[in-house]
């Protein structure tokens, strides 16, 4: 156990429709990132925040947003679901030590399918 | 922008056999991080190398930096089928905390 929660454990929903993930991140660290895991593609980065702030940004699309609240949980939005958007999704957090390069703690992910 | 090359993509191995992943950079690396899913499971870290020409071990897992810091490699030696998984390199990238992952070697073993 990483110590970082994520929920649902698996959405399935339809073209066209809205979800929200959910992520809260292990006591003590600030640092959220996001992460999209399909079969051929890898893990492939999308957002971080650090502290409620946006920190960093990788091939997010415009459909997809993310949010950290003041309790350092957060939320990643997918909205115009494709069928393509189908993927486990993981969470992951790090710790607050300052250093540059911190081990990632990854959350036990959500499978989202859409049909 | 950055891209981190991982071969082989499959490896399928009988126990006892030997096992090595490598994860290739165009560009030097500012530190390299190893992680290992095992199969329906998450990343979980394994480790950190940040120095040229650096080399750690964990028990039969042996992690190399490249001395340009533009390669590096996992090595198994004697592999179990607790080994069975799917071994990620990652990269950091500049000052960012943000890391680019290899797309991952994954490892069967036959008893």
């Known amino acids: 156990d990483s110590g970082v929660t994520q929920t649902p454990k698996h959405l399935i929903t339809a073209t066209g429709q809205r979800v929200t993930l959910r992520c809260s991140p292990r006591?003590?660290?600030?640092?959220v990132y996001w992460y999209q895991q399909s079969l051929d593609q890898g893990l492939q980065f999308l957002i971080q925040?650090?502290?409620?702030?946006?920190?960093a940004k990788g091939n997010i699309l415009e459909r997809f947003s993310a949010q950290q609240f003041p309790d350092l949980h957060s939320e990643l939005n997918l909205s115009s679901l494709e069928l393509g958007d189908s993927a486990l999704y993981f969470c992951?957090?790090?710790?607050?030590?300052?250093?540059?390069?911190?081990?990632?703690?990854f959350g036990p992910g959500t499978r989202l399918t859409v049909l | 922008g950055q891209q981190v090359m991982q071969i082989p993509q499959y490896q399928h191995v009988q126990e006892g056999e030997d096992f090595t992943t490598y994860c290739n950079s165009s560009?030097?690396?500012?530190?390299i991080q190893w992680y290992k899913q095992r199969p329906g499971g998450h990343p979980v870290f394994l480790i950190q190398l940040v120095k040229s020409g650096e080399v750690k071990k964990q028990k039969r897992l042996t992690f190399q930096f490249g001395e340009a810091k533009k390669n590096s490699s996992l090595h198994i030696t004697a592999t179990q089928t607790t080994d069975v998984g799917t071994y990620f390199c990652?990269?950091?990238?500049?000052?960012?905390?943000?890391?680019?992952f290899g797309k991952g070697t994954k490892l069967t073993v036959n008893p």
């Open positions: 990652a990269a950091g990238q500049g000052g960012s905390e943000k890391l680019v």
């Open positions: 992951a957090s790090s710790p607050s030590s300052g250093r540059p390069y911190n081990e990632q703690f």
């Open positions: 560009t030097t690396l500012s530190n």
């Open positions: 925040y650090y502290n409620g702030e946006e920190r």
């Open positions: 006591s003590g660290d600030l640092s």
